[in-house]
């Protein structure tokens, strides 16, 4: 009975030695979560036999450390939550490693190649993605590789200071932007036209009396207006009150037909936030909307999980959200390769979600999470374990000896 008890148990310490050593050989894996094997008793009837690995148990709950990489694509479930994948099987599997980037098909996959599920981001009937719209399909995260479009500018945004040190400028001579000494002030803004042609839209500043200030435009060098485009009114406190003499308007649109062909542009510029202080005139919001075509230019996750594809114009757009997925009992789940697991009947269905939200958690971006293994621990564990099985080595030695006593006293 002894040899087989100090059997069992030196099997039992063998398989946590396997355990312990697949701890600290992942110490440095990313995502990996630290085992641990649990011991229980063994009887036959009411004899003692022995010792057994009863289970194997995760420690899948606990994050793990913190990587930096500074990977634009590098992202970190900061609590509850995993990614989940595709493999080419088909199967979906479920990781905490988000180590992400793009393949030559335009799909987001993980470090194996496996691809990413999320959210594809929202498409008119034109196939143009609409911002702000409310999230896609669940599926295969891709990104288009090709071209965007050229896009044609409807809104510029444009606030700052007209002096109110700026001298009245007289009725005669009368305004020209070849004269210096006709206007007080002029800034240059930018607008594109359909195809994307870039075209500068030049605002002359005229100050006509103490609250009022009259506007030129002129497109790309052209020629100005003979009177005034617009009119900007303040009061006594130099807040803008009206444009185009509406009370309470802030908005002026200038239309031009572009030269080369493109569709005419109807350019909404919007005045809100100008003043009238005292001191140096300046512009502190100069932006319009729009841009000209442009290829993909890289990839970044954000800490609500989108994907935002920037391109050669500077333009940038989400162009999906990586999707998380919780368990209502995460430790039911099945491990597998690569640092993933599959769900299993004890772990329930996945339940999916945007980062952030629901009961998945927000992203860290730029990191990865350590395995959380504690490798201090598993050395002592290590130490423990081969005492253990150099005690029933002891056993087993000694019942030897025992028996050949008992065979030379026979």
């Given amino acids: 009975m002894s040899f087989e008890i100090a059997r069992m148990a030196i099997s039992s310490v063998s398989q946590s030695l396997d355990v312990i050593s697949n701890n600290i050989a992942n110490a440095h894996s990313y995502g990996y979560k630290a085992k641990r094997a649990n011991f229980s008793a063994m009887y036959a009837g009411n004899m003692p036999n022995g010792a057994e690995v009863s289970s194997i148990t ?13 990977g634009a694509m590098d992202a970190m479930i900061t609590d509850r939550g995993f990614f989940a994948v595709r493999d080419k099987s088909g199967q979906v599997l479920f990781t905490r490693v ?3 980037n793009v393949d030559k098909d335009g799909y987001v996959v993980d470090a194996n190649g496996r691809k990413v599920q999320g959210y594809a981001a929202f498409r008119d009937a034109s196939g143009q993605l609409v911002p702000g719209a409310a999230l896609g399909p669940l599926g295969d995260l891709r990104i288009e590789t090709g071209q965007i479009g050229a896009v044609a ?3 510029l945004a444009y606030n700052g200071n007209m002096s ?16 210096p000494t006709t206007f007080n002030s002029s800034v240059t803004s930018y607008a594109y036209d359909s195809q994307g042609t870039k075209h500068t839209v030049t605002q002359y500043f005229v100050k006509s009396a103490n609250n009022t200030v009259n506007l030129y435009y002129s497109v790309d060098g052209g020629a100005t207006a003979a009177a005034p485009d617009t009119t900007l009114v303040f009061d006594g406190q130099g807040q803008l009150q009206s444009v185009d003499g509406t009370a309470g308007n802030t908005t002026h649109t200038l239309n031009f037909t572009p030269t080369g062909g493109g569709a005419p542009v109807a350019l909404q510029i919007d005045y809100v936030g100008t003043t009238k202080y005292a001191g140096d005139s300046s512009t502190l919001t100069n932006t319009p909307n729009g841009n000209a075509s442009g290829m993909l230019n890289g990839t970044s996750i ?32 099945k ?4 640092t993933s697991w599959t769900s299993s009947v004890d772990s329930g269905t996945p339940l999916y979600s945007t980062p952030g939200s629901a009961t998945a958690s927000a992203l860290a971006v730029g990191v990865l999470e350590d395995s959380n293994v504690d490798l201090t621990g598993e050395l ?7 005492r253990n099985y150099q005690a029933n080595t002891k056993v087993i030695s000694a019942e030897s000896e025992m028996m050949q006593s008992l065979m030379q006293a026979i």
């Fill in 58 to 70: 995760e420690s899948i709950t606990s994050t793990g450390g913190v990587r930096n990489t500074g």
């Fill in 98 to 100: 988000g180590m992400f």
């Fill in 153 to 155: 500018s409807t809104k």
């Fill in 164 to 179: 109110a040190d700026w001298d009245v400028k007289p009725a005669v001579p009368a305004f020209d932007k070849d004269m």
């Fill in 302 to 333: 954000a800490e609500d999980g989108s994907i935002v594809a920037t391109y050669t114009n500077g333009a940038s757009q989400v162009v999906g959200t990586v999707a998380v997925a919780t368990f209502a009992n995460p430790s039911g789940l």
């Fill in 335 to 338: 491990p597998g390769a690569n």
């Fill in 380 to 386: 002592v564990n290590l130490m423990s374990a081969q």
